[in-house]
């Protein structure tokens, strides 16, 4: 097997224990390794060193504003390749530039299904 190959792990950062725990379940029936974040403040860091093939990422953390994060992660050279899919009840906080940033944009509530067809989506498309 190539290193090269998409990673089957997934950030999700989200601070909702039931919907962490809704989207952590699908994810491993769907054959992916979540990985759960419940505030903002290690989700670059963690993504640097964990290099997985997407990030599902809420923009209402209580201790840090998830538009921030999404640009963080699309200026960071290590991470900037990463797929980021936004869910949010505030969609409206992203601004042109992090709709840009973006693979998707889900508001709350959000289809599962097609939420996970983005994430394995995502995860498949060639970075270069």
Same mark, same amino acid.
């Given at each position: 097997m190539s290193d090269e190959g998409p990673s089957n792990k997934v950030v999700v950062v989200e601070d909702d224990p039931a919907i962490l725990e809704l989207l952590a379940d699908e994810l491993r029936e769907q054959g992916f390794q979540p990985l759960v974040l419940r505030r903002g403040g290690t989700v670059v860091k963690t993504v640097k060193d964990e290099k997985p093939g997407a990030v599902i990422l809420d923009l209402a953390l209580p201790d840090r504003d998830g538009t921030h994060i999404l640009r963080d992660l699309k200026d960071d050279w290590d991470a900037k390749k990463i797929p980021i899919i936004v869910i949010?009840?505030?969609?409206?906080? $992203? #601004?042109?530039?992090?709709?840009?940033?973006?693979? /998707?944009?889900?508001?709350?509530?959000?289809? $599962? #299904?097609?939420?996970?067809?983005?994430?394995?989506? /995502?995860?498949?498309?060639?970075?270069?």
């Open positions: 949010s009840a505030y969609t409206g906080r $992203l #601004d042109h530039k992090g709709r840009e940033n973006a693979e /998707a944009v889900f508001p709350k509530p959000f289809d $599962l #299904d097609q939420l996970m067809a983005t994430v394995r989506a /995502a995860i498949m498309r060639p970075k270069d």
